[in-house]
């Protein structure tokens, strides 16, 4: 198989497990119980969680809550109506991580987080939509800037999206702003990249949280985040991990 259908059929998992577990997200359901759902399903799929493989971490997903932003450790505090719950995994796939994060509000919707939301979710698009061989990491980040901050929301300064394949992180670091750094790293055919919507709702300064892990904002703003493992190719990008009902 090449890397373009083993990396496939790893996202079309990946989008799968992303599915069951937003539709697991309910009010009195725990961090740690969808943690150990992810588990089982990735596990059942004949897969690892590429999360586990990192030195030090020993869970399959991040989960983050409210103004928790990234690298979340899944605990017994189970979801309120009304939270902000962001989802973020990863699979290793024969050889291959793909890597998926997405945000989640427990009913009931607040219209102001709902636009919050789609901001998101327009901005990651857009930014994908953009991830042509011949443009620049640049380009991403110039895309996702204008379109957040456009809505009135802020993007994280601190964190990025990334290259992906053998390894989970790899060059080129792709940030959620403009960064004039960035015009020199050209996207190039055949290359797999993770593009981060990562954003808030009011100051997008981050601090750690006692347990070292998690990343929350400063002034405890909402956050938002989505994520998808992107192939690059000259007929347009491919996304290997959108969301999927079923699996083929």
């Known amino acids: 198989m090449t890397k373009l259908e083993i990396m496939t059929e790893g996202g079309a998992r990946l989008g799968w497990i992303k599915g069951q577990l937003m539709k697991s997200i309910k009010a009195g359901v725990t961090p740690l119980e969808i943690e150990a759902l992810a588990d089982k399903l990735i596990k059942e799929g004949g897969d690892k969680a590429s999360f586990k493989m990192e030195p030090g971490y020993r869970h399959a997903t991040c989960i983050n809550i409210n103004e928790g932003m990234v690298h979340g450790i899944p605990n017994s505090i ?45 901005a990651l698009q857009a930014s994908i939509d953009i991830a042509l061989p011949g443009n620049s990491v640049f380009d991403i980040g110039q895309t996702m800037q204008q379109i957040i901050e456009g809505a009135g929301f802020n993007v994280v300064r601190d964190l990025t999206g990334h290259g992906i394949g053998r390894k989970l992180h790899m060059d080129p670091y792709i940030p959620c702003f403009a960064d004039s750094h960035n015009k020199k790293d050209i996207l190039q055919q055949d290359q797999t990249i993770a593009i ?50 079923t699996l083929d």
Not at 92 to 117: C, M, N, W
Not at 201 to 226: A, C, N
Not at 234 to 242: A, E, F, N, Y
Request: proline share 6%; net charge negative.
């Open 78 to 122: 189970p979801f309120k109506p009304g939270d902000v719950v962001k989802i973020d995994m990863g699979l290793f796939h024969h050889g291959y991580h793909l890597d998926t994060a997405v945000t989640v509000q427990v009913p009931p919707y607040d219209e102001k987080i709902s636009r919050f939301l789609e901001t998101g979710q327009k």
């Open 196 to 245: 981060e919507a990562m954003y808030t709702l009011g100051d997008w300064h981050l601090v750690e949280d006692p347990d070292g892990w998690t990343l929350s904002t400063q002034d405890h703003s909402t956050t938002g985040y989505f994520e998808e493992t992107v192939y690059l190719t000259s007929d347009g990008p491919i996304v290997l991990t959108k969301l999927k009902d």
